[in-house]
């Protein structure tokens, strides 16, 4: 089974930035492309950003374009999404996700999810 575990999350002003991490077996990282979701409170569950397996590929949604970045590091099994520029809207709990190409995460198909990390912007 694929395992993703997220981390990074956590309470920050808005304005500021926070850097979520997703680590994952070597095979996983070279074998999948990679997403991240989020879910604020009473919501649905909303695509973010993704990562072609190639790293060269990536897509984001229009409200966190310019703000956020997706990113991988096969040598560190990992893929990281760099926020900035938070805002009390971004409050969720963010998901790690993998899926067998960028329309599988861009469509909400991905294969395998991560168990989520709060992600809290507040004065």
């Known amino acids: 089974q694929v395992q993703l575990v997220e981390s990074g999350g956590g309470l920050v002003q808005p304005g500021g930035s926070l850097r979520l991490s997703c680590a994952a077996s070597?095979?996983?990282?070279?074998?999948?492309?990679m997403g991240w979701f989020r879910q604020a409170p009473g919501k649905e569950r909303e695509f973010v950003a993704a990562?072609?397996?190639?790293?060269?590929?990536?897509y984001y949604a229009e409200s966190v374009k310019g703000r956020f970045t997706i990113s991988r590091d096969k040598a560190k099994n990992t893929a990281a999404l760099q926020m900035n520029s938070l805002k009390p809207e971004d409050t969720a709990v963010y998901y790690c996700?993998?899926?067998?190409?960028?329309?599988?995460?861009?469509?909400?198909?991905?294969?395998?999810w991560g168990q989520g990390t709060q992600v809290h912007v507040s004065s």
């Open positions: 990562v072609s397996r190639s790293g060269l590929g990536t």
């Open positions: 996700a993998v899926g067998d190409g960028l329309g599988d995460l861009e469509d909400g198909s991905p294969s395998y």
């Open positions: 070597e095979r996983t990282i070279k074998i999948y492309a």
